[in-house]
């Protein structure tokens, strides 16, 4: 049942994809660098902290947040991101840094993805695809796949647009072991 769930959202997301020059008129602003990152509230899913809840932006205030936008739970390239995303939260543990991925699946569904992959960082709920517009990652009916580092001041101090999943977590670690030094 899981492959065929896999299958029809694998789907759907090659085709938006492929549309996605034809179809994007979206009109979501541009992030700038510096800019204090778009406020949010959403529901999440976190083995490690706390379980299911609601987490806004400030919670996040004094540490380095690392905000992920992906498809979909349970489809491959967002496994292997998320495994990369956690391979490298091993090596960032006890620097004050969080990693959180935001999609449009529900709290339940990153409840199940968590735990079939052993994934142990935040992941939120973004249904209506809100948050991912704010950040101007969103291509309907999912999120795009971009990332943006926030610094302990709730400013983006760089973004990544269109990531390649199986490369983008040694990126981020590369990035954050470089800001991290100086």
């Known amino acids: 049942m899981r492959f065929v769930r896999n299958l029809i959202a694998f789907i759907i997301i090659l085709v938006s994809f492929s549309n996605y020059s034809l179809a994007n008129t979206n009109s979501s602003p541009s992030i700038d660098i510096y800019a204090k990152a778009p406020y949010f509230q959403l529901?999440?899913?976190?083995a490690k902290k706390d379980g299911l809840r609601k987490w806004e932006i400030n919670d996040f205030k004094g540490s380095w947040l690392v905000l992920y936008f992906y498809p979909k739970d349970f489809t491959q390239g967002c496994t292997i991101e998320g495994k990369g995303f956690e391979r490298i939260s091993k090596e960032l543990k006890g620097r004050n840094i969080t990693i959180a991925g935001v999609s449009n699946d529900s709290s339940s569904d990153h409840k199940e993805f968590c735990i079939k992959e052993d994934l142990n960082f935040l992941l939120l709920s973004d249904k209506k695809g809100e948050i991912s517009k704010a950040y101007d990652s969103w291509n309907e009916p999912f999120s795009k796949r971009n990332t943006f580092l926030i610094n302990p001041e709730g400013l983006i101090v760089?973004?990544?647009?269109?990531?390649?999943?199986?490369?983008?977590?040694?990126?981020?670690?590369?990035?954050?072991?470089?800001?991290?030094?100086?």
């Open 158 to 182: 760089y973004k990544w647009n269109d990531v390649n999943p199986s490369t983008h977590p040694n990126d981020v670690l590369k990035l954050l072991n470089q800001k991290l030094q100086t």
């Open 43 to 46: 529901e999440g899913y976190s």
